[in-house]
């Protein structure tokens, strides 16, 4: 009984924390798939966690978080779509700009408010998203279900179909008629609402609040399982919950000696998800065939 209830504490863990990774991931997808490159999913679910834990713990409301957060990130989303798609700007600058833009506003403007080094006051009671169905919350379930709807919408619908003309042959897209900067905003868009849900969940079920920094490199590692995923939803969901078992275990053989070993330093343990990570793209991101026309500006042409 200890080693299958060890199984099944593991493998909860491994959905919980997969989640934030999931959706950074679609909403990588979404935006990659229609041409824009976007390196930002990090500032953009740090900036939704931190709205969302001020704006929870202002009206008392996990929900009231959520459009907070949601808020938050479409905000950063449409920054970068206005540098890389209107401006014709460097993508992965944009993308940058907006990681280190979202680092700093986040703690600053936590320390000014609230006084306590960045973070933002414990969420309690209707502030926090409790578990609905098997101890996880509705967000999982949001997020979980994001996964066939948008395998469905891109692969299925005329939206979809566009959407993904759009990142390989822009120009024949608007040839026939359809507005390329329209496509590539709207997949913005959507991707700037799914980081919100998942910095919401950061803040508001998997913790009790904001800390400074407390996305930890969960917006690149979804860039990892995007490219690992090869632009797809349902691999995407695969490579996410095997980042999230690799961080579940991690946290899980912190202080356990192994058999041979002993006791190995928490820093190596904390640094083996990362580690694997690396490995992972080493070994098959070089098969991976993003969209032709991602990271592309498009010019029209006249």
Avoid at 117 to 141: I, N, W
Avoid at 237 to 257: D, H, K, N, T
Wanted: with cysteine; aromatic share 8%; charged share 10%.
């Amino acid at each position: 009984m200890d080693a299958l209830s060890s199984v099944l504490v593991v493998l909860d863990s491994t959905l919980r924390l997969s989640i934030p990774l999931l959706c950074a991931c679609l909403a990588g997808l979404w935006s990659e798939r229609s041409g824009v490159v976007d390196i930002g999913l990090e500032g953009k679910l740090l900036a939704a966690a931190f709205a969302a834990g001020a704006a929870a713990h202002l009206t008392g409301s996990a929900w009231m978080g959520l459009l907070a957060g949601i808020g938050a990130s479409v905000a950063l989303a449409l920054v970068h779509g206005f540098a890389s798609i209107t401006q014709r700007g460097n993508q992965i600058v944009s993308g940058v700009a907006i990681n280190m833009l979202a680092a700093g506003l986040t703690a600053t403007i936590g320390n000014a408010w609230y006084g306590q080094g960045g973070r933002t006051p414990p969420l309690e009671g209707a502030g926090r998203f409790e578990g609905v169905l098997l101890g996880h919350s509705a967000l999982v379930y949001i997020a979980l279900a994001m996964v066939p709807v948008t395998a469905f919408v891109l692969a299925r619908t005329r939206f979809g179909l566009r959407l993904r003309a759009v990142g390989e042959k822009p120009a024949a897209v608007d040839t026939a008629g359809i507005s390329v900067t329209a496509l590539r905003y709207a997949a913005v868009v959507v991707a700037g609402v799914l980081c919100g849900l998942g910095g919401t969940y950061l803040a508001a079920a998997l913790s009790a609040g904001f800390l400074p920094g407390m996305t930890a490199g969960r917006g690149f590692i979804a860039l990892a399982a995007l490219i690992f995923a090869k632009w797809r939803a349902w691999p995407a969901l695969g490579a996410c919950l095997l980042f999230g078992f690799l961080e579940a275990m991690s946290i899980r053989l912190q202080g356990v000696p192994l058999p041979g070993i002993g006791e190995v330093p928490v820093q190596a343990i904390q640094a083996m998800p990362y580690v694997i990570t690396v490995l992972l793209l080493a070994g098959f991101g070089g098969r991976a065939i993003p969209p032709r026309a991602a990271g592309v500006p498009y010019v029209k042409e006249r």
